[in-house]
Every structure is written in structure tokens, then in C-alpha cells.
């Protein structure tokens, strides 16, 4: 290539981006598992970042470093998606918990639904028909 560096950073395409995801990848990748010690997750923050740059390093100066930059978004990504699966599952426990609650209520309401029934001879609740059993001691 001729020109500078910085020319050459300026006028990076796709095909320039993929050159470094070829060069690059394999240590970034390696630096994010010793970071988050997840492999999955180092996996999917660097293909986050490399979205990042394809976006972003066509339009503006690309970094003097590609690697340290992928590998710092990379590490933002995963923070990210930790928080997001953090939040996830407490929201997850908060609607479980508010589910069986109202499971709950609606299962008294069912059973006092039920009670009321029994009381009437012949009364039927839904298709079932309730009938009163005299129980003596």
C-alpha cells in the first residue's frame, strides 16, 4: 500500500476490516476469554465489536491500535451482556414470584367458588356437577 498509515486508516474498507479480523482475531479472542472467562461470551463480544467497526471505521479515523480497540469493546460488550442476563433474571424471579401469586388467589377464589357450590344441591360449576357430601362421624 502507499501513503501513510493514517491514509491508509482513512480510507479502510470492508475488505481492509476483514484483513484485520483475520490478523487479529485469534489474540483478541484469547485476551477476551482471560478476561471474562467465558469462552461463548468472550466469542460474541468480539463479533460485537467487529459490527461495531465495520460501522463505525469506514466513517471515522479507525484506531492506531485495532486489536487493544476490539479487544476494549469487546470487554464492554460482555459487560454489557452480563448486566442484561443480571437484570433478565431478576426480573425473571420477580415475575415468577407475582405469577404464582396470582396463580395463587385465582386457585382460592376457584376453591371458594367451589365451597359456595357444594352448599347448593344439584349446582354445577362449569361441566362438573357438585353435589353435597354428608359426612357423619
Request: hydrophobic letters at 45%; proline letters at 5%; one cysteine or more.
Amino acid at each position: 500500500m502507499t501513503g501513510s498509515l493514517s491514509e491508509w486508516l482513512i480510507r479502510m474498507t470492508p475488505t481492509e476490516i476483514e484483513k484485520i479480523f483475520r490478523d487479529e482475531a485469534g489474540r483478541a479472542l484469547a485476551t477476551l476469554i482471560r478476561l471474562v472467562g467465558d469462552f461463548d461470551l468472550a466469542e460474541d463480544a468480539l463479533q460485537d465489536a467487529f459490527a461495531v467497526a465495520l460501522e463505525r471505521w469506514p466513517a471515522v479515523d479507525p484506531p492506531s491500535n485495532p486489536r487493544a480497540w476490539l479487544v476494549n469493546v469487546g470487554r464492554n460488550k460482555a459487560i454489557d451482556r452480563v448486566r442484561r442476563r443480571i437484570a433478565f433474571r431478576g426480573k425473571q424471579g420477580e415475575l415468577t414470584h407475582e405469577l404464582l401469586h396470582n396463580a395463587a388467589a385465582s386457585c382460592e377464589a376457584a376453591d371458594a367458588a367451589l365451597a359456595i357450590a357444594a352448599r347448593i344441591p344439584g349446582a354445577r360449576y362449569g361441566s362438573i356437577e357438585v353435589r353435597p357430601i354428608w359426612v357423619y362421624n
